[in-house]
């Protein structure tokens, strides 16, 4: 992070799989470490997909459960990876591959982005941006299965989905 700064960037540590941050727990604990040790907060890159996984969350609570995690930390994150998932895999189709919206997808979206938003929405203060990435990975990737659509129309479906629920996110965070 202090390199960063000297460099005039403005790096952030993603939660993901196979890294210190595999796990809430860890996550976490880097969190409290750094503002310990450097009286700040930690940026963070949200991939929820992870944690979601490794806690088998229904997606009944995904967002009650995944607000445990630092909502302080999301708030002010400029970075977030929007990969849909379950609870027990970390990327779902978003069509069914004929223009219809996949039922985990209206899940996900439903029971967790929705929420996201208006949260992340809700805590801004100014001018902060969001930079959002629709990321779907490849088949063969560990990430899509053999029987998902073309990941990348899925992308651009899940692109306009998200757009409208921030709009949605805006809309009631000014009510």
């Keep these: 992070m ?3 700064q000297k460099l005039k960037l403005k790096p952030a540590i993603e939660w993901h ?6 796990t809430p727990e860890k996550g976490l604990a880097l969190a409290a470490q750094y503002e310990k040790r450097y009286k700040e907060k930690l940026r963070t890159n949200f991939d ?10 229904r997606p ?9 995690y630092r909502p302080d930390l999301l708030k002010m994150s400029e970075l977030i990876h929007f990969r849909t998932f379950t609870g027990s895999h970390c990327q779902t ?10 039922a985990d997808f209206i899940t996900w979206r439903d029971n967790f982005l929705k929420h996201l938003l208006y949260h992340w929405v809700k805590g801004q203060r100014g001018a902060t941006e969001l930079w ?21 129309k899925d992308a651009i479906v899940a692109r306009g989905e ?14």
Excluded: M
């Design 93 to 102: 189709p978003v069509t069914n591959g004929r223009g219809v919206l996949d």
């Design 17 to 22: 799989r196979d890294t210190c941050t595999e």
């Design 162 to 175: 998200i757009e409208k629920e921030f709009k949605g996110a805006l809309k009631k965070a000014k009510k």
């Design 132 to 152: 959002a990435v629709v990321e779907l990975g490849p088949k063969g990737s560990g990430y899509a299965l053999d029987c998902f659509p073309d990941v990348w």
């Design 48 to 57: 929820h997909s992870h944690p979601a996984i490794i806690k088998q969350l």
């Design 60 to 68: 009944a609570n995904f967002w009650e459960r995944i607000a445990e």
């Design 2 to 4: 202090k390199a960063g």
